[in-house]
């Protein structure tokens, strides 16, 4: 049995795993927040926490199915949880994840790429490239190097958002304060053409959670790490309490710059936030790296459920002596593909690809995820399935 301190590093490592990745590309940047939270007014304040809120039941219920089942890659997930349903279901979660796939790491690229060409003038194509080579060979680890390694990054995330974010929402409080006063009186941020009713903030909160529920795929790997059911809802416990407060945090930086019309001209929002406030010199590089790290932790956790999934999927049918000479170059082709694959959708740059491709993603996910799931649990609770089949 592990201790109590090794139960809750895998519990608070899971957490963060859900952080690294929620913390990606559009994240980072501001532009998802922007779209899907501060777009439409006063909401703004309290529907970011409703949308953990619904990813964290969501992911501690597939966590749970993970952990009684021991399912290694989420086809096996999915086979087992849709039941009957399976041959559909099953394989329209294929098609969601690699939708998923192709998106979220496309925009980690892409973001990366934005960042790092904002930052240092070097061409977009070529800032592609450099954050590629680093979320090819960081997905390349194990699923417990990537946990552990996932703990730390969120630590220098937290941390350097604490010490970016504080003193400049300090420093911009007036700005802050001017914006949401303006908010409440019905005004509606720069470029926004939302109603700015509560409806429509609430329906697109809900669709932010449901397209980063279709990452149960790549948490059903860790589960398998869990010593009782119990650290399925402890993990996402800690993982709501990490990402409420930082994309709060966030999303009250970011009223600084909401009514600034300069804010169009820039696709980086947070960076402008960052050279707006006090020690720019240093803290706007601050929060390019920060942008940076984010975007390579949240594609490589994408790729790596991918590469997991493939991987185990080859290994079925054959022997422990083949499996093990085979996974090494098996999971560099793997990753090598899908690396390249999200590449090149981040030519189309990144703006696009958050407005058009996670609005798309969050329909499938709720028709391919969070519908069966509720049907599923109907059933549960009624009692005609149990949770565990094995």
């Known amino acids: 049995m592990k201790s109590n301190a090794g139960s809750f590093q895998v519990a608070l490592g899971v957490g963060f795993v859900w952080f690294t990745s929620q913390f990606g590309g559009g994240f980072a940047s501001g532009t998802q927040l922007y779209q899907y939270f501060i777009n439409f007014g006063i909401w703004c304040l309290l529907t970011p926490a409703i949308a953990q809120v619904f990813q964290a039941f969501f992911q501690w219920y597939a966590l749970r199915f993970a952990y009684e089942n021991k399912t290694a890659n989420y086809r096996d997930f999915c086979d087992l949880f849709y039941g009957r349903t399976h041959v559909v279901f099953s394989n329209l979660y294929e098609v969601v994840y690699l939708m998923l796939i192709l998106l979220a790491p496309s925009i980690a690229f892409a973001t990366g790429g934005s960042t790092l060409n904002e930052l240092t003038g070097i061409p977009y194509l070529l800032c592609t490239v450099i954050v590629g080579i680093f979320i090819f060979a960081v997905a390349l680890m194990n699923t417990d190097m990537i946990r552990k ?24 409080w007036g700005n802050i304060m001017d914006s949401i006063r303006q908010m409440s009186g019905g005004t509606l941020p ?3 053409a939302e109603s700015g009713g509560f409806g429509s903030a609430l329906w697109n909160c809900l669709l932010y959670g449901a397209y980063h529920v279709a990452s149960i795929g790549l948490y059903v790997q860790h589960a398998q790490k869990f010593e009782s059911k119990k650290q399925c809802i402890t993990s996402m416990v800690y993982g709501f309490i990490i990402n409420t407060v930082v994309i709060t945090l966030v999303a009250v930086g ?5 009514m600034d019309p300069e804010l169009p001209n820039y696709s980086v929002y947070t960076l402008l936030f960052a050279q707006r406030g006090i020690a720019s010199a240093v803290l706007a590089p601050v929060v390019s790296l920060l942008i940076i790290l984010g975007s390579v932790f949240s594609g490589v956790n994408m790729i790596t459920g991918f590469v997991n999934r493939v991987v185990t999927g080859l290994e079925k049918n054959e022997t422990q002596e083949t499996s093990e000479k085979k996974r090494k170059p098996r999971t560099i082709v793997t990753a090598l593909l899908c690396t390249l694959a999200t590449f090149s959708i981040a030519q189309f740059g990144l703006l696009p690809l958050v407005r058009k491709g996670y609005s798309y993603l969050g329909f499938a996910c709720i028709a391919v995820i969070v519908v069966p799931f509720l049907v599923r649990m109907a059933l549960e609770l009624t009692g005609k399935v149990k949770n565990k089949v094995r």
């Not at 730390?152 to 003193?167: D, M, Q, R, T």
Request: charged share 0%.
């Open 149 to 172: 390694a996932a703990t730390v990054v969120s630590y220098i995330l937290i941390i350097g958002v604490l010490c970016v974010f504080l003193p400049n929402i300090i420093a911009q």
């Open 190 to 192: 720069v470029g926004s």
């Open 254 to 258: 970011l009223l600084a710059v909401a």
